[in-house]
Structures are given as C-alpha cells and as structure tokens.
C-alpha cells in the first residue's frame, strides 16, 4: 500500500476537500483507494455521503479493541472511507494520549488491513503540529502540502517542513512530498504575485497548475458529494485531475510497502 500524508501548517486551506476529491480522481483511475480522516471535526466523511449521525470510525474502533474493517464505509465514486468517528472529550484525550505514546501506531494498524502494494491511502489531517500529522508523517510514503497563495501559507511553510523533517524524511521508505496551491483566484494580482514567490521558492516541488476558487465546492459538499461527482465539466474539477496525474508521477517512487507487513 502506498500512504499519501495531506498536510497543512495553516487551518482552512483545502486539506480535507484535497483529500476526499483526489482520492476520487485516483479511484476513477482504476486504483483502489481508502481515505483516512486523523482530524477529530470528523468531516472528511461528508464528502462521500455517510449520514451526519453515523458516530462509529477509528477513534471508537481503536479504543474498543476493534479491527477497523468494521468501520470501513463505501463511499460515492467507488472510495472506501475509514471516519474518525464521534467521541466525546475523555475518549478523544485517551485516543490522542495512545497515539502520543506509540508514534507508529498509524503504520500498524494499517499493515492490519488486507491491502495490495497498489492500493493508495490518503490521510487527512488536523491542521500545524499534533499527535496526528505526527503518526500519519510517520506512515507516509508521500506527505502532500496544501497551501494558500497568500502570505500566511507562505510564512507557515518552514513549520511543516520541520514536521516532514522529523518523522518522515528520516525513513527510507518515504518518496518525498509535494506542493498544492489551492483556491486560487487569477483575477487578484497579489494572488498571482504569491504564487510566483511560491513557485520560485519551492520549485519542482509544486504542481505545476492550481487548484481554482470554485463555488462548486461548497455546494457539493452541501450535497453530501465530491466536487469531481457533482461537477465534472467546472475548472475546479478539472484542475483536480491534473493534479491527481501529477500525484501519482510525483509519488511514483514510492516504495510500497509489502502486503500485511508492520
Ligand atoms: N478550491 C476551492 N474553491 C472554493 N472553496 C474551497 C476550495 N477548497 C476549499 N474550499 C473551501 O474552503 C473551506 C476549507 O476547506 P477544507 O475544510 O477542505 O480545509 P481544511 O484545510 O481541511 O481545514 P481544516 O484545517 O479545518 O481541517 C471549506 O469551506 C471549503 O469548501
Ligand atoms: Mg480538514
């Protein structure tokens, strides 16, 4: 299996939306793809139209002892989704306090599921440094960088480098890590003129489009649904595609991990 880490070290750049339309553009590709939500807002999950009341996923797996097959959901576009679930603040401090003690439980509990060195994971992620980008860094083979083209995202890149420093770099089996500027607005000049800074300081790194301000993609989440399902003519959708090509050539040298292997 191979594991793509989404990233950010600013809130609110597009990590979640990222996630959930990549892994449908990869899955439409013939690939078999799980989407893992790591951020406790539990909301990777309503991308792919699983009931808002649903509580169960692998916070309350883990915590109960239960094998995360039994929390796995098929999502919209042929996607399987593993939910973070619906805990309260005890059992979300216990579950944070087990990862924060066993960094690597994330890369053990995925050698746990019958996957194939093809299939692909994309974890989500809360936003900057916690227990969770620190065990899903941890599992990578490929960490994916979302940012703004504007000065915070800018500022806030040496936090996340850092990160993916620390708990991936130093593991022979992690490819590497790429950037994506999302939500891009062409019309603002300091949009485009970040977007320059970012392109000459981050060079081959970045995709080499952006993803586009799109309207859609509020709205297709306010149906339960990918933006790739909702709207696959809008420019959104298919800078999306692109991106996931260019996903899949950036982490093509990964190194899949063999099948069931800790
Ligand atoms: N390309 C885009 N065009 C328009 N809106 C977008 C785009 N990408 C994301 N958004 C909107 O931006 C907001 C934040 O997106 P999202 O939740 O994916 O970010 P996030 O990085 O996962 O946030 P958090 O750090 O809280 O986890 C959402 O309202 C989402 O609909
Ligand atoms: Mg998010």
């Known amino acids: 299996m191979k594991v793509i880490t ?3 070290a600013k809130g609110g750049v597009g990590k979640t939306t990222l ?3 990549l892994a449908s553009v990869l899955a439409a590709r013939g690939r078999r793809v799980i ?3 790591l951020d406790p807002q539990n909301a990777l999950r ?3 139209g699983i009931p808002l009341d649903s509580i169960d996923g692998i916070s309350r797996a883990t915590l109960a002892g239960d094998p995360w097959q039994t929390v796995m959901f098929d999502g919209v576009d042929g996607v399987t989704v593993l939910p973070y679930g619906a805990v309260l603040e005890d059992d979300r401090r216990r579950f944070e306090a087990l990862i924060d003690r066993e960094p690597a439980w994330l890369a053990h509990s995925l050698a746990t599921l019958p996957l194939d060195a093809q299939d692909i994971v994309i974890v989500d992620t809360p936003p900057g440094s916690s227990v969770y980008t620190r065990t899903a860094l941890t599992a990578a083979h ?7 083209a504007d000065a ?3 500022a806030a890149i040496p936090l996340m480098e850092r990160m993916i420093e620390n708990y991936a770099a130093p593991r022979q089996d992690f490819g590497g890590q790429g950037y994506v500027v999302n939500q891009v607005d062409q019309s603002r000049q300091l949009s485009k003129d970040v977007l320059k800074v970012l392109r000459n300081m981050l060079g081959p790194k970045v995709f ?3 993803i586009h301000q799109d309207e859609g993609v509020s709205e297709s989440l306010a149906c339960d649904t990918t933006l790739i399902h909702y709207d696959p003519l809008s420019q959104a959708a298919a800078d999306l595609r692109a991106c996931g090509e260019w996903l ?4 093509g040298s990964m190194q899949a991990s063999p099948r069931n292997v800790a």
């Open 142 to 148: 490929f960490a994916l960088n979302v940012v703004l």
């Open 35 to 37: 989407v893992l939500d």
């Open 248 to 251: 899949l050539s950036a982490a």
């Open 208 to 210: 080499p489009g952006v």
């Open 152 to 154: 915070a995202s800018y």
């Open 6 to 8: 989404v990233v950010s």
């Open 19 to 21: 996630a959930a339309n």
């Open 46 to 48: 309503l991308h792919f």
